[in-house]
């Protein structure tokens, strides 16, 4: 069964100060590992695909990097524009038939940034 | 080109009802997966639909149950409502032969009195 797990569950940055956040997981042939951004109570906004250990990806503040077993979201110089909170899925390799292309998501990490 | 799109926006039952859920995936895309996401939580997969078949699905029991329509489009039907239903229903659409990135619609908010 894939897994995942985030950390820290909630984080609260000043303005400009740079952080990293965790996502570990377990996964039976990783296809893909996602990152989204969720605002209170609006659905998850797609911020990155990453495919094999070793691939990162950039988009304005936010850099996301892969290894076989985490992947981190680096956020560089945030905004309070940045405060959201940050989950991370896997798609794993599984049965198509049963399982799907389904994602696994962590609990997200709930990120704050104080001006 | 044209985002998820999901109605109703929030949506208040009664315990014992039945609800239906609707979504419309984004222009070109093949397959739709249902979520739900209780408060604080991560979202949960429900099931997953490709070609109008149910190709995939959670930890869900069977009163939960689907439709995909010829146009991609998709309800997410959920009979004899109980309190612990109430959450944020999360639609997303994808295309199978491009990659695996799914793409969220706003969300449902059910509440079950």
Redesign the interface.
């Given at each position: 069964e894939d897994q995942?797990t985030q950390s820290p569950e909630a984080l609260r940055l000043q303005e400009g100060e740079s952080s990293s956040l965790n996502c570990s997981y377990t996964v039976s042939g990783l296809?893909?590992l996602?990152w989204?951004r969720q605002d209170p109570?609006?659905?998850?906004?797609?911020l990155f695909?990453l495919y094999s250990a070793g691939e990162e990806k950039e988009k304005e503040r936010l850099k996301a990097t892969l290894t076989k077993k985490e992947s981190f979201l680096h956020i560089t110089a945030p905004k309070p524009e940045d405060s959201a909170t940050y989950?991370c899925?896997v798609?794993g390799s599984g049965d198509?038939?049963?399982?799907?292309?389904?994602?696994?998501?962590?609990?997200?990490t709930q990120l704050t940034v104080n001006p | 080109e044209t985002g998820v799109t999901q109605s109703p926006t929030h949506l208040i039952k009664t315990r014992g009802q039945q609800v239906t859920l609707r979504c419309s995936s984004q222009s070109g895309h093949n397959t739709v997966s249902w979520y739900q996401q209780a408060l604080g939580q991560g979202p949960q997969f429900i099931f997953q639909y490709y070609r109008e078949e149910e190709n995939g699905r959670g930890n869900f029991p069977p009163r939960f149950s689907g439709l995909q329509f010829p146009n991609y489009s998709s309800e997410l039907n959920v009979n004899a409502l109980e309190l612990d239903d109430s959450a944020l229903y999360l639609c997303a659409s994808s295309l199978r032969e491009g990659g695996y990135t799914q793409y969220f619609g706003p969300g449902t908010r059910l509440t079950v009195l």
């Amino acid at each position: 069964e894939d897994q995942v797990t985030q950390s820290p569950e909630a984080l609260r940055l000043q303005e400009g100060e740079s952080s990293s956040l965790n996502c570990s997981y377990t996964v039976s042939g990783l296809r893909g590992l996602f990152w989204y951004r969720q605002d209170p109570g609006k659905g998850p906004e797609f911020l990155f695909t990453l495919y094999s250990a070793g691939e990162e990806k950039e988009k304005e503040r936010l850099k996301a990097t892969l290894t076989k077993k985490e992947s981190f979201l680096h956020i560089t110089a945030p905004k309070p524009e940045d405060s959201a909170t940050y989950l991370c899925a896997v798609q794993g390799s599984g049965d198509e038939k049963t399982s799907g292309s389904r994602l696994t998501f962590g609990e997200g990490t709930q990120l704050t940034v104080n001006p | 080109e044209t985002g998820v799109t999901q109605s109703p926006t929030h949506l208040i039952k009664t315990r014992g009802q039945q609800v239906t859920l609707r979504c419309s995936s984004q222009s070109g895309h093949n397959t739709v997966s249902w979520y739900q996401q209780a408060l604080g939580q991560g979202p949960q997969f429900i099931f997953q639909y490709y070609r109008e078949e149910e190709n995939g699905r959670g930890n869900f029991p069977p009163r939960f149950s689907g439709l995909q329509f010829p146009n991609y489009s998709s309800e997410l039907n959920v009979n004899a409502l109980e309190l612990d239903d109430s959450a944020l229903y999360l639609c997303a659409s994808s295309l199978r032969e491009g990659g695996y990135t799914q793409y969220f619609g706003p969300g449902t908010r059910l509440t079950v009195l």
